[in-house]
């Protein structure tokens, strides 16, 4: 079976970071799937705040989170990471990994169909 885990999230007051993990088990080799971050907080939409091509040479940055989160992996590790800095309460929401084996860009990823799979998420709260 399987699986994205992500883990890392909490709470943090406003300006601190985190830095989420997504895990990655079964048949997902991660070599060959891009990777992206989501997050969706209560009563609103689903977000695409990063995504990654499965050689990490393209990347996609929502403009939310621009110039504040940053996505990374590490393939022979099997691993996928958001750096979150200088958050905001607004940032508050849970966040999801999400894996796609074929994508055209990283940003049609991010705000293209959704992907096949998808991790449990975990919390994020901002708050002071």
């Known amino acids: 079976q399987s699986q994205l885990v992500e883990s890392g999230g909490g709470l943090v007051q406003p300006g601190g970071s985190l830095r989420l993990s997504c895990a990655a088990s079964?048949?997902?080799?991660?070599?060959?799937?891009?990777i992206g971050w989501f997050r969706q907080a209560p009563g609103k939409e689903r977000e695409g705040v990063a995504c990654i091509s499965s050689s990490g040479g393209s990347t996609y940055i929502a403009d939310s989170v621009k110039g504040r989160f940053t996505i990374s992996r590490d393939n022979a590790k099997n691993m996928a990471y958001l750096q979150m800095n200088s958050l905001k309460p607004e940032d508050t929401a849970v966040y999801y990994c999400?894996?796609?084996?074929?994508?055209?860009?990283?940003?049609?990823?991010?705000?293209?169909?959704?992907?096949?799979?998808w991790g449990q998420g975990t919390q994020v709260t901002v708050s002071s």
């Open positions: 079964g048949f997902i080799i991660l070599d060959y799937y891009a």
């Open positions: 999400a894996a796609q084996m074929i994508v055209p860009t990283a940003q049609a990823m991010c705000v293209g169909p959704s992907p096949d799979y």
